[in-house]
């Protein structure tokens, strides 16, 4: 059986370890097997928990039950993907809707907003630096339905303040979506600061391990929740059983592995940050970076990834291809450092005016730190820089 009361309060990583991992009734296996059935039995008079594996899965159900408590959700829908739980929140929109983001922000829900939303969806969205919360009320319509943030954004890691954001949109009968992939529910719960949904990409630290592709979709009203547990049956978003136990595989350290990696993150951002040849390190740990102290305000800590700026693309290539130990690759959040050039991969069908004029430049770098010893990690950082 499952082990004791799951409703009291307990740690974040007793919750990640226990909640959703009952021991199986059959044989008393402490990990829960993984169910990959696709379909279940069901007779005359009976109203059975598992149909049809579209529908729902044992071993989704059990990460769905350990995500929602760890993002103080009632309710949890796992997807095939990071943007599939995009796609299930705006399949709640209508076309003629409007929709309002941040300006700056990963770059697959970018081009998903500009192209599929409102090519296919007839959702028109207007992109504002959501740091002004007077051009955020400029920019919102009598048909403004929803607001999508990331914080910190995607790859200039501006700090947002949720708690405005969602009193404007409380006022203003707004939706307010928060992907909440760069901090994890380990940092960060915006549900708490009057978010309505919450998305990740499990890709990232939930999974751990660059090894699944996975999303998810969190919220507390019931109502929201039906509409996107039915969105993603009808799309078919469903992961499958296997990805599944990954992610709860993953979700079992990731206590652990966030606090490493941002204990790294913060001694190489001051490396980086004292070093001649960078020009600016954007990092929400250091004092100077301008969400400093807004990002205290409501997260317990700054986050693993640092986004840097060198001189020119000629520095900033000869210092990508100089890193050893890091992994010359797109995503983040796995257990090993990765260095992207984000007008190279993950904001590369932006067009290139928006990424002028939000900074993100061909002599940006973002890295996600892993868990490698901190030194390593250091020395090969001015080993590149040396190269420059």
């Known amino acids: 059986m499952e082990s004791k009361n799951h409703n009291l309060v307990r740690g974040f990583a007793t919750r990640a370890i226990h909640t959703g991992g009952a021991v199986d009734p059959t044989t008393g296996a402490v990990i829960p097997p993984i169910h990959v059935s696709s379909t279940y039995e069901i007779f005359p008079g009976q109203t059975p928990k598992f149909i049809y594996g579209r529908f729902d ?27 599939a ?15 309002i983001s941040n300006d700056d922000l990963y770059g697959g829900t970018t081009n998903y907003l500009m192209d599929l939303g409102a090519e296919s969806e007839g959702v028109a969205t207007d992109f504002v630096d959501l740091r002004d919360l007077k051009a955020l009320t400029a920019a ?29 949109c409380k006022e203003k009968g ?19 600061f009057g978010a309505d949904i919450v998305v990740h990409s499990c890709t990232k630290y939930i999974g751990g391990h660059s090894d699944i592709i996975m999303g998810c979709a969190m919220t507390n009203n019931e109502d929201l929740y039906k509409k996107m547990k039915k969105n993603a049956s009808l799309l078919g978003c469903c992961p499958g059983p296997f990805d599944c136990y990954l992610a709860s595989r993953g979700l079992k350290t990731l206590a652990l592995r966030v606090a490493k990696a941002e204990e790294n993150a913060r001694k190489l951002a001051a490396v980086l940050s004292s070093h001649t040849k960078v020009q600016e390190v954007l990092y929400p740990g250091l004092a100077s970076h301008p969400g400093h102290e807004l990002m205290k305000k409501h997260a317990r800590g700054f986050g693993c990834m640092i986004t840097i700026k060198l001189k020119s693309a000629a520095e900033a290539n000869a210092f990508y291809s100089s890193l050893s130990l890091f992994g010359h690759a797109v995503s983040l959040g796995g257990v090993e450092s990765l260095v992207c050039i984000p007008v190279m991969v993950t904001h590369k069908a932006v067009p290139k005016e928006l990424r002028e ?28 820089l040396e190269t420059v």
């Open 57 to 83: 899965n044992p071993t989704r159900t059990n990460l769905e039950k350990t995500l929602a408590s760890l993002e103080n959700a009632k309710h949890c829908i796992a997807t095939s993907s990071g943007l």
């Open 85 to 99: 739980a995009v796609s299930i929140v705006y399949h709640m929109l209508k076309p003629g809707d409007h929709v």
């Open 140 to 168: 919102i319509k009598g048909n403004t339905r929803l607001l999508w943030v990331e914080t910190p954004t995607n790859p200039t890691l501006k700090v947002l303040d949720l708690e405005a954001l969602a009193t404007i």
């Open 174 to 192: 707004i939706l307010l979506v928060v992907d909440n992939t760069f901090l994890t529910p380990c940092l960060q719960n915006p549900l708490e």
């Open 357 to 384: 004029k939000l900074g993100i430049t061909d002599s940006m770098v973002r890295l996600s730190i892993g868990i490698e010893d901190v030194e390593d990690l250091k020395d090969d950082i001015l080993q590149a």
